[in-house]
Each structure stands twice: as structure tokens, then as C-alpha cells.
């Protein structure tokens, strides 16, 4: 695949074949299977083939994984029970086969139109990813749409051993409109996209450190990124629950009370806030590195 | 939601049987996804399934399957469409998309 493409452009199938081995993906319950949502069919809403996730196995530099990517355009990425069948399923056969997986988030979380089957897919698939990590099996989130990974796929993110971002990627629990219907647009303005990115966008998450690596939006950036992480895993043990714990009860008490997410990036290394805002992704990460010293 | 099923003569498919399926499109505001299969019935006709979420537009369907079966041979092929208010025109773009994904070697 042409590196002229943007990741954040690419189709699902698309992302898949730019980061994998040329021809080596095999998709698991392709189209023809036809495994739709009931729900939504019984709603009059108009299904999908796949029901909004590619799932299946491929290679990258030669070593299997197991790899899906949502379909964000089809009911915002939403997990109904057959799209989180499919994801759960495919953590597992990861955990059974000790191979890598990688899922490629572009999702608002769970799919309102079948609320409570979608719920306990999420659960189901978290479950299957401490499988994988129980045994040391690695788990690579990658969000690098704008859509981003909300509500249960922002969580089921960060269950992962590790997260890769770039800067059109955001992750969060509650979107932008629903923090601005609950809080007030006083205290959060959903439609200033600059104050979005700022608290949810890959830049910042990658200071905070929520986010293990910051790439071009590029496929050959991420897919280099994800080769990275392969050989790698993130044990969950007490010893690391704790230390989590202490980092966020720290940040807490160092930006909770911010109402200016520049504070955060200056905080956090970034000097001048205008040259960061146009640096693009590993541009952006040697910038605060630098600062920080 | 609206669903019809109808079939439309066309030449037959000419190419190598390795590809079964292709795809092109999404289920999105203003878009539709369009399947092709190869069938296992005849090889003069083009069968068609849509499924719409606006009702009422069936004739307009018809007379843009009808013409795209006439234009490219797709006989012995079976297309599902799953549509979410799509303009005719994207919807003979589509088709032609999947049609191209179905006879392409390499995707």
C-alpha cells in the first residue's frame, strides 16, 4: 500500500492490507457469511455484511498475529453483539494460539440499538485480552481515527499491553458531546475541536504517558510501530497495579484541578505550545523529550 | 426499510474463478455497500438483493441495475446491496467498484 495514503483516510480492509505482510491476510467470517445484526434488522435499519469489524490473520514481518479493524462509518464504529462476538472471539483464538493481536479502534463504544448484548461483548472481549496477558500474549490497540476509541472501546484500549497513537487519534471514556451535556458548555465546549484534541487527542495522551507510541499518520509509520511492540508484553501484576495507580493519583493532583489543557503540555515538557500544535506526531514527542531536560 | 429481489440478463462472466467475492462501499449516511458473489445458477443473469432504508424508489433501483447488467457482463453473479440512502449515481459507482474488485488479479 502507497505510503501517499493517510492512515486516518484508509477503509478498514484498507488499514489492515497497508500494515501487514503483502497478501498474507486471511479474513475470519467474511461478507458472504453474512453474520448481521438481528437487532438492528428488527429496528429497519440497514445492516452490514461484516457488522462494522474486519477480523482475521495475517503477518507482519513474517510473525502471525491476529488482527481487526473497526469500520467506522458503519453506526460510528458501535459494538452490537455480533460485531463484539467477532472481537471477542478473535482475542481468544490469540490467547489459545499464543499469537499476537492487534485491533484497529475507530469507535464510539457500545451500540445503543442493542445495548445490553453490546455491554457484555466489551466485558467479554476485556476478559479474552487479560487472557492474552495472562499468558503473555501481546495486545496492541492502535487509534488513529478521528472518531477515535469512546466509552467500552476506550476501556477495552487501555486493558491492552499497549496503545499506538497518532495525532487524529483521541481516546476517552464519555465523548465530547455527552462531557458538554452533563457538565455544560461553559465548563467543556464540544465544537472547539483545539480544546478536544488537547484533553482526548494522541498528543496528549502520549504525554500522559496513556499512549506507548506517537507516529505519523501513515500506515508504514504505525505498522513500524506495531513491529515494535510485538516482542513485548506489559505483565499485569500487583506491583505494576499499584505503581499505575500511584502515577495516576500523582496526576491527578498535579492537573486535576487545570482548566487549561495547555497547562498539561507545558507541565509535561512542551515550551512553545504553537510549534507543538503543528508538530506531527514523533516531531511532537522529541519536542517535549527536550523540554523535559 | 424496503427489500427486493429481482434478477437482469447479462453476459456472462469472463474471468479466472479464484476471486468469489468483492466488496466495495459502507453502511453509512448517504452510502451503501454493495456485494458481488459468484451464484451457482445460470450464467446469463445478474441476480440481484437490495435491501434500502428509504422506501418508495424501487423503480429507480431496478432501471439502474438493469443498466449496469446491460453495460458490463455480470451474468452468473449475485449482488447484494445494502443501501442507506444513496444517491443513483453512487450507486453505479459502487457497482462498478465491485466489479472491478471481482475482476482485478490484485486488489
Known amino acids: ?293 | 426499510m424496503e427489500k427486493f429481489t429481482k434478477a437482469f440478463p447479462s453476459k456472462p462472466l469472463r474471468v479466472p474463478k479464484d476471486r468469489q467475492w468483492a466488496l466495495a462501499g459502507v453502511v453509512g449516511s448517504g452510502n451503501l455497500e454493495v456485494m458481488f458473489e459468484r451464484a451457482a445458477r445460470a450464467s446469463d443473469t445478474m441476480e440481484c438483493h437490495v435491501e434500502t432504508s428509504i422506501p418508495g424508489f424501487r423503480d429507480s433501483w431496478l432501471a439502474a441495475l438493469a443498466d449496469f447488467a446491460r453495460h458490463y457482463p455480470v451474468g452468473g453473479t449475485k449482488v447484494t446491496i445494502h443501501d442507506q440512502g444513496a444517491a443513483p449515481v453512487l450507486v453505479n459507482l459502487r457497482l462498478r467498484q465491485a466489479y472491478d474488485h471481482l475482476v482485478k488479479t490484485k486488489p
Open chain 1, 1 to 293: 500500500m502507497s505510503q501517499l495514503h493517510l492512515f486516518h483516510e484508509q477503509t478498514a480492509r484498507q488499514r489492515i492490507a497497508a500494515v501487514t505482510d503483502a497478501g498474507s491476510f486471511a479474513e475470519l467470517l467474511p461478507p458472504p457469511e453474512r453474520l448481521t445484526s438481528p437487532y438492528l434488522a428488527q429496528l429497519g435499519i440497514p445492516v452490514s455484511f461484516d457488522d462494522g469489524v474486519v477480523i482475521g490473520h495475517a503477518r507482519i514481518d513474517g510473525k502471525k498475529v491476529y488482527i481487526a479493524a473497526q469500520v467506522g462509518q458503519f453506526v460510528g464504529g458501535a459494538v452490537g453483539e455480533i460485531h463484539g462476538a467477532k472481537l471477542t472471539g478473535l482475542f481468544k483464538a490469540a490467547a489459545r494460539d499464543r499469537v499476537p493481536c492487534v485491533v484497529i479502534i475507530e469507535s464510539g463504544g457500545v451500540r445503543l440499538h442493542e445495548g445490553s448484548a453490546g455491554e457484555i461483548a466489551i466485558a467479554e472481549t476485556m476478559r479474552a485480552i487479560f487472557e492474552c496477558r495472562a499468558r503473555k500474549v501481546p495486545t496492541i490497540a492502535v487509534i488513529a481515527s478521528d472518531i477515535g476509541a469512546y466509552g467500552g472501546m476506550g476501556i477495552l484500549s487501555t486493558c491492552c499491553d499497549f496503545r499506538v497513537m497518532t495525532e487524529h487519534g483521541r481516546l476517552g471514556i464519555s465523548g465530547p458531546i455527552v462531557i458538554e451535556k452533563w457538565m455544560g458548555k461553559k465548563a467543556y465546549d464540544s465544537s472547539n475541536r483545539a480544546l478536544v484534541w488537547k484533553t482526548s487527542g494522541g498528543k496528549t495522551k502520549y504525554l500522559l504517558g496513556d499512549a506507548d507510541a506517537l507516529v505519523h499518520d501513515a500506515a508504514g509509520a504505525v505498522r513500524e510501530a506495531i513491529g515494535k511492540l510485538l516482542t513485548k508484553s506489559s505483565p499485569v501484576t500487583l506491583k505494576n497495579a499499584k505503581a499505575r495507580q500511584k502515577e495516576l493519583e500523582k496526576r491527578l493532583k498535579r492537573f486535576g484541578k487545570t482548566a487549561d489543557p495547555d497547562d498539561v503540555w507545558k507541565g509535561l515538557g512542551v515550551r512553545d505550545i504553537a510549534t507543538a500544535s503543528l508538530a506531527s506526531g514523533p516531531e511532537f514527542a522529541a519536542l517535549a523529550k527536550a523540554g523535559r531536560k
